[in-house]
């Protein structure tokens, strides 16, 4: 039987500032720890873990934003009582508030 060669490791940006390029999963010897570094400028975001497979399985998951389910439920509730402009300034608002963008 022959060995495969293991495919190659995909990690996702960095959740924080979105660089494309972190570090490939090391063994930190000082802290016996999996790390895992974004690497992207002025970025510090690091991801650690007791096993490879685990801090991989860390740094590529992304939580959902629960204020944004939150968000939407409001303004589609909200919808339905205010008047259209309104409604539209206060998704815009929202958006703007949850993505951290200066509107739509």
């Known amino acids: 039987m022959t060995n495969l060669p293991e495919p190659p490791i ?15 999963p090391h063994y930190d010897k000082d802290d016996e720890l999996w790390v895992i570094c974004c690497g992207g400028f002025d970025c510090c975001t690091m991801t650690y873990a007791n096993s490879e497979p685990t801090v991989i399985e860390r740094w590529n998951t992304r939580a959902t934003d629960s204020r944004l389910e939150v968000a939407i439920g409001a303004l ?4 339905l009582v205010l008047p259209k402009g309104m409604a539209l300034k206060s998704v815009e608002y929202a958006l703007a508030t949850l993505t951290g963008k200066d509107g739509i």
């Open 76 to 79: 589609t509730e909200a919808s």
């Open 10 to 24: 995909e990690l996702l940006p960095c959740p924080f500032c979105g660089y494309n390029e972190p570090s490939s």
